[in-house]
């Protein structure tokens, strides 16, 4: 049966060598990502998003106004 200092003899590297990898990924994704300006793409959709739902909020703020006009109408009754 290995001992624990044998053990943690080979799981050491491994994990070193696991963390070394995840940095170079990181760092690859992050240089793909500028190059091919997915970030710009990114921040550009969640700003149309965003004026989206301005236009959404309007248009039922206007249909909301334009219900409440007609029913007031409706309440006077006929002139």
Do not use: H
């Not at 300006?37 to 309007?58: F, H, M, P, S, T």
């Amino acid at each position: 049966m290995q001992t624990f200092s044998s053990m943690l003899a080979l799981l050491v590297p491994m994990f070193l060598f696991l963390a070394i990898v995840l940095l170079i990924f990181l760092i690859c994704r992050e240089l793909v990502c500028w190059y091919w300006k997915i970030n710009r793409g990114v921040a550009l959709l969640e700003e149309g998003v965003q004026l989206l739902r301005q236009l959404r909020d309007a248009a039922n703020r206007a249909e909301q106004d334009a219900l409440e006009a007609r029913a007031a109408v409706l309440r006077r009754g006929p002139t």
